[in-house]
């Protein structure tokens, strides 16, 4: 210790600098004072000495205290890495961290873009220029491009004349934007030595020249070591996200198609137990049906329903049978071929008299088209809201499969549901062999019941029994002709004509077919049957009807009628057309085996009679005097012995009975036929 009191205060002094942290320029007063205090030359060397040990002392404080500050910004790194849930928030804080901690201006950090080909500013701390956080920087270009060829650590103390790195206009304007000079670059580095490899890097930059000291270098290389850790474990983690997604993905796949295979074999299991149980084609239908819980319906290859519609166990039950256009059937639209069908009447779109609409038969071509459209995918497709699969042996089209309510049918849903198509033709194959082969044992009965109904009626009737026909039953004859060149096509397509009810056909001067009466007309029943044969065919075919008729003589006399009406139409060029002997009028009472009379005058002045009975008029004298003076109404008031203005207004209530047409040739002939029948009826 020095004997002058007064050193002893400086070194006092100098040790309370130091603890109270004083800067280094406090220090230096204390030998400023010692000097001008008078203190001797050797006790002032001595406090010079003292300010110097003590300036050391202090800078290995201040160094400590600033490694102390980034072991704690290293070990917070670390804690933020271990509790790493936001990738940008740990980048942001490193960010900010090294630009406090080197006391820089700015700090931020680049990343490439794997798609893009080039690096771009991921975090930026400190920034004012918006050109500056939005550059985009290629490999090898500015100081960021040399960090990441080179992988090293690289310092600038102004970096607008420093010609160590590749410098470009958008760089330069950037950083002179942002008005920085001295910047310290370090590398991403994932690994360590040559083989470590560059996924970006991180930068310190001032606004003024500066050199930055190896400890600063360094401290800036562990941050962008804690964030390319940071980078990498959110990478791994966004693997191992991703993968475990996949996975989960992919377990619930196999367990999806490990249950559609089991359900494909029960169906399959189901679908073969009701083929070898002699299910039917309506069977298969309603096990499709419950298997796909939807509705299912199995159509000809007209386009017409064979089953009723199936519905699945979880629908509300419904009507049958729906049609082709999406609807249940509409009255007078289903298919003759219809499982529940009563035999014989009217089937045609539109009701009986054939001027209905034409929405079943619309809709019938369109599912034609869609079971074509199938055929050529070979798969099943969607048809106005509908699934369509064609039934198909070899190439011939049978008809199709059509599921509605299920529009979201996945992959094995609708292979189960082409799978079931095939089942489908397998029995509609058996169904056609069994009744073609039906067909030709009942085909022999209806050819001695109309060459010989007299030779052995009690004999026939009996065959018949036997083969399911019940020849007493009224029954309607239909006889149907095409041209020469489709003649074959229409016996075939006669079979599948009547295929499902209980008609029978045969050749016998043409195609016959003999079908249970049900309420239809003669007329109707060949109008529906000449509609069908025509789109089965693929060619115009005539249908002549006539009955019903019960018993082998009344049959083969209605048969008879039928082909003498099937003549006429030929005759009167109706091609293609339906009909029967009491819708041709006066030629009906010409063809017909009764001559029906009274019949043709009640259907051609029925309205007439009846009006005049009713209200005591002359309407069917006033007719009469009108034709018998030539369509002279002068000379017909004169013979009625009335008005001319009361000829005109009975006329015009003819019309209004009659029709618009009552006047033209074909209908005024047949009323004067009538007219002169009845009255050779009174007379």
């Known amino acids: 210790?020095?004997?002058?009191?007064?050193?002893?205060?400086?070194?006092?002094?100098?040790?309370?600098?130091?603890?109270?942290?004083?800067?280094?320029?406090?220090?230096?007063?204390?030998?400023?004072?010692?000097?001008?205090?008078?203190?001797?030359?050797?006790?002032?060397?001595?406090?010079?000495?003292?300010?110097?040990?003590?300036?050391?002392v202090h800078s290995a404080l201040r160094q400590h205290q600033r490694r102390e500050a980034e072991l704690t910004a290293l070990f917070d790194t670390a804690g933020d890495l271990a509790a790493l849930r936001d990738l940008d928030a740990v980048l942001r804080s490193i960010?900010?961290?090294?630009?406090?901690?080197?006391?820089?201006?700015?700090?931020?950090?680049?990343?490439?873009?794997?798609?893009?080909?080039?690096?771009?500013?991921?975090?930026?701390?400190?920034?004012?220029?918006?050109?500056?956080?939005?550059?985009?920087?290629?490999?090898?270009?500015?100081?960021?491009?040399?960090?990441?060829?080179?992988?090293?650590?690289?310092?600038?103390?102004?970096?607008?004349?420093?010609?160590?790195?590749?410098?470009?206009?958008?760089?330069?304007?950037?950083?002179?934007?942002?008005?920085?000079?001295?910047?310290?670059?370090?590398?991403?580095?994932?690994?360590?030595?040559?083989?470590?490899?560059?996924?970006?890097?991180?930068?310190?930059?001032?606004?003024?020249?500066?050199?930055?000291?190896?400890?600063?270098?360094?401290?800036?290389?562990?941050?962008?070591?804690?964030?390319?850790?940071?980078?990498?474990t959110a990478k791994a983690m966004t693997d191992a996200r991703v993968a475990l997604a996949e996975l989960a993905e992919a377990n619930a796949v196999i367990r999806e198609r490990s249950a559609a295979m089991q359900r494909a074999e029960e169906s399959h299991d189901r679908l073969s137990d009701l083929v070898l149980r002699g299910g039917d084609v309506a069977d298969v239908a309603a096990a499709v049906a419950d298997l796909l819980q939807g509705d299912v319906t199995v159509f000809d290859a007209g386009g017409w329903p064979l089953t009723p519609t199936a519905r699945g166990t979880d629908r509300s039950a419904g009507s049958t049978a729906d049609g082709p256009s999406g609807g249940n059937a509409p009255d007078g639209a289903d298919h003759p071929k219809s499982a529940d069908r009563p035999s014989g009447e009217d089937h045609?779109?539109?009701?009986?008299?054939?001027?209905?609409?034409?929405?079943?038969?619309?809709?019938?071509?369109?599912?034609?088209?869609?079971?074509?459209?199938?055929?050529?995918?070979?798969?099943?497709?969607?048809?106005?809201?509908?699934?369509?699969?064609?039934?198909?042996?070899?190439?011939?089209?049978?008809?199709?499969?059509?599921?509605?309510?299920?529009?979201?049918?996945?992959?094995?849903?609708?292979?189960?549901?082409?799978?079931?198509?095939?089942?489908?033709?397998?029995?509609?194959?058996?169904?056609?062999?069994?009744?073609?082969?039906?067909?030709?044992?009942?085909?022999?009965?209806?050819?001695?019941?109309?060459?010989?109904?007299?030779?052995?009626?009690?004999?026939?009737?009996?065959?018949?029994?036997?083969?399911?026909?019940?020849?007493?039953?009224?029954?309607?004859?239909?006889?149907?002709?095409?041209?020469?060149?489709?003649?074959?096509?229409?016996?075939?397509?006669?079979?599948?004509?009547?295929?499902?009810?209980?008609?029978?056909?045969?050749?016998?001067?043409?195609?016959?077919?003999?079908?249970?009466?049900?309420?239809?007309?003669?007329?109707?029943?060949?109008?529906?049957?000449?509609?069908?044969?025509?789109?089965?065919?693929?060619?115009?075919?005539?249908?002549?009807?006539?009955?019903?008729?019960a018993g082998p003589r009344a049959l083969a006399d209605a048969h008879a009628e039928a082909s003498r009406c099937l003549q006429a139409l030929q005759v009167l060029g109706r091609r293609g057309a339906g009909g029967s002997a009491g819708e041709l009028g006066f030629l009906g009472v010409l063809l017909g085996k009764d001559h029906d009379v009274e019949g043709f005058v009640r259907a051609t002045l029925g309205p007439l009679l009846d009006y005049d009975e009713r209200r005591g008029t002359q309407l069917v004298r006033t007719l009469a005097a009108y034709f018998g003076c030539g369509g002279s109404l002068t000379r017909a008031k004169e013979e009625l012995h009335v008005h001319i203005n009361t000829v005109v207004q009975r006329l015009d209530r003819i019309q209004a009975i009659l029709g618009p047409g009552w006047n033209s040739p074909e209908h005024a002939l047949e009323l004067q036929l009538a007219l002169r029948l009845r009255l050779l009826s009174l007379s």
Not at 487 to 496: K, M, N, S
């Open 348 to 549: 045609r779109p539109g009701g009986a008299d054939g001027r209905g609409d034409s929405t079943g038969t619309d809709g019938a071509a369109a599912l034609v088209r869609a079971a074509e459209e199938s055929r050529a995918t070979a798969h099943a497709v969607v048809h106005d809201g509908r699934w369509v699969c064609a039934v198909l042996a070899g190439q011939e089209m049978l008809g199709s499969l059509v599921l509605s309510g299920r529009p979201d049918l996945d992959g094995p849903d609708r292979r189960l549901f082409e799978r079931s198509s095939v089942v489908t033709s397998l029995l509609l194959l058996l169904r056609r062999s069994v009744a073609e082969a039906e067909n030709r044992v009942r085909g022999d009965l209806i050819t001695d019941l109309l060459t010989a109904p007299d030779r052995d009626p009690a004999g026939l009737v009996a065959r018949g029994r036997n083969l399911g026909i019940d020849l007493n039953r009224p029954h309607l004859v239909l006889v149907a002709s095409s041209d020469a060149d489709v003649r074959d096509r229409l016996a075939g397509a006669a079979v599948q004509y009547l295929f499902g009810g209980d008609g029978v056909s045969a050749e016998h001067a043409g195609t016959v077919m003999l079908v249970p009466g049900g309420g239809a007309t003669p007329g109707e029943a060949a109008r529906s049957a000449a509609e069908q044969l025509t789109h089965l065919v693929g060619a115009p075919v005539t249908v002549a009807g006539a009955g019903p008729a």
């Open 95 to 232: 960010v900010r961290r090294a630009r406090m901690l080197l006391g820089t201006d700015t700090a931020y950090l680049t990343l490439p873009d794997e798609e893009a080909g080039d690096t771009f500013m991921r975090v930026t701390d400190g920034s004012v220029s918006e050109l500056f956080q939005n550059l985009r920087l290629q490999l090898g270009e500015g100081l960021g491009g040399l960090v990441a060829q080179t992988a090293r650590p690289y310092a600038t103390p102004d970096y607008r004349t420093d010609e160590r790195f590749h410098h470009t206009h958008s760089i330069d304007a950037g950083v002179l934007d942002e008005g920085l000079v001295a910047i310290l670059g370090v590398p991403l580095l994932l690994g360590s030595g040559s083989g470590g490899k560059v996924i970006g890097a991180l930068f310190a930059a001032d606004r003024t020249p500066r050199t930055f000291s190896p400890d600063e270098v360094a401290l800036l290389c562990s941050l962008a070591n804690h964030a390319a850790i940071a980078i990498d």
């Open 1 to 56: 210790m020095p004997k002058n009191p007064s050193v002893a205060a400086h070194l006092r002094r100098l040790l309370e600098l130091l603890a109270s942290g004083a800067p280094a320029e406090d220090f230096g007063t204390v030998a400023a004072e010692a000097r001008r205090g008078g203190v001797g030359a050797d006790d002032l060397a001595e406090v010079e000495r003292a300010t110097r040990a003590a300036l050391r």
